[in-house]
Nanobody
Framework: EVQLQASGGGLVQAGGSLRLSCAAS????????IGWFRQVPGKEREGVSY????????YYADSVKGRFTISSDNAKNTVYLQMNSLKPEDTADYYC?????????????????WGQGTLVTVSS
């Protein structure tokens, strides 16, 4: 059974930091890609960042470039999203998703599995 467990959300002041984790199981982790998406009520889910666990290449949305860092620990089957210099507009439910045999994308439809959301709230 495939499982993706996202955690690490919380309440933080603007300028602060949080680290999200996505623990994966049930598929070959080092052949996959993991993406982070976020969603606020009434808006579409948007891609934030993704990483290929095969070669470590990573990609970021322009809105988070230079502030967020995605990384992968293949020994722990876990992907992290380090979020620094947080802004109120980063407030959202954050989701991780697995592209089990691909290289990832900012396109939601290519992902095979999704975890539950973890809420990030940034106060001004």
């Amino acid at each position: 059974e495939v499982q993706l467990q996202a955690s690490g959300g919380g309440l933080v002041q603007a300028g602060g930091s949080l680290r999200l984790s996505c623990a994966a199981s049930g598929f070959t982790f080092d052949g996959s890609a993991i993406g982070w998406f976020r969603q606020v009520p009434g808006k579409e889910r948007e891609g934030v960042s993704y990483i290929s666990n095969r070669d470590g290449s990573s990609y970021y949305a322009d809105s988070v470039k230079g502030r967020f860092t995605i990384s992968s620990d293949n020994a722990k089957n876990t992907v992290y999203l380090q979020m620094n210099s947080l802004k109120p507009e980063d407030t959202a439910d954050y989701y991780c998703a697995a592209d089990v045999e691909g290289d990832g994308s900012f396109l939601r439809f290519i992902y095979d599995y999704w975890g539950q959301g973890t809420l990030v709230t940034v106060s001004s």
